[in-house]
């Protein structure tokens, strides 16, 4: 009669206990290198300024429909297309290319087809999980991903590639996973998340 091999029987149960281990050590790691990191509080608001040239005014504005926070700026003079595009603060670029599709509105061609999305666009990481997004930029960002900028660094020009009824600049703040009421200056916009439609106007401090 034959009742199997304990030798065989006994190491596969130590290899059934060193494959326990293993898993155990490497679910211990994923939570410190990945859950840890997400729980960990958000740093201070940097001072963020208006994402366009020292000294000018411009106006901010949503309206139905537009995310909540989210903000559409317009120069007050002159033609918002090919207007410089300013980092609002100092960071690193996390996304400098095409989200969704650009479609074909220029400035020779202003009512050609919409795209859809973003257009051109950048993403800055600020540190302590801040960041800032910037929408239907007129051509490829002059940024490239990983690099460094200063505030005032010019990131792009404004357009109306992506899904943009006019030339203007779509413009985000967020902490974390949300978006949050953008702060210019040290001070709140008051672009909310009210999905009613108004409009403001600020001067940019963007002076480096
Ligand atoms: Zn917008």
Redesign the pocket.
């Known amino acids: 009669m034959t009742t199997g091999d304990p030798t065989r029987r006994r190491l596969s149960g130590r290899t059934a206990r060193v494959v326990l281990v293993l898993t155990a050590v490497a679910a211990i790691l994923a939570v410190a290198l990945v859950v840890v990191p997400m729980l960990r509080p958000a740093g201070p608001r940097p001072l963020f300024q208006l994402p366009v040239a020292c000294g000018e005014t411009w106006q901010l504005g949503?309206y139905p429909g537009?995310?909540d926070y989210?903000?559409?700026l317009f120069p007050t003079e002159g033609e918002a297309w090919g207007q410089p595009v300013l980092a609002s603060y100092a960071g690193t670029i996390t996304e400098a290319g095409i989200n969704g599709s650009l479609g074909g509105r220029t400035p020779d061609n202003p009512d050609g087809p919409r795209g859809r999305g973003g257009g051109y666009w950048v993403k800055i990481d600020h540190g302590g999980k801040w960041e800032t997004q910037y929408?239907?930029l007129l051509e490829p960002p002059s940024v490239e991903v990983g690099q460094r900028v200063a505030q005032g660094d010019r990131i792009g020009r404004v357009g109306s590639t992506g899904n943009?009824g006019a030339p203007?600049l779509?413009?985000e703040q967020r902490r974390g996973w949300e978006k949050v009421e953008t702060h210019f200056d040290g001070t709140p916009s008051g672009i909310t998340s009210d999905d009613a439609e108004y409009t403001v106007r600020r001067t940019s401090n963007n002076c480096g």
């Open positions: 949503t537009h995310d989210d903000v559409d929408l239907h943009s203007h779509h413009y």
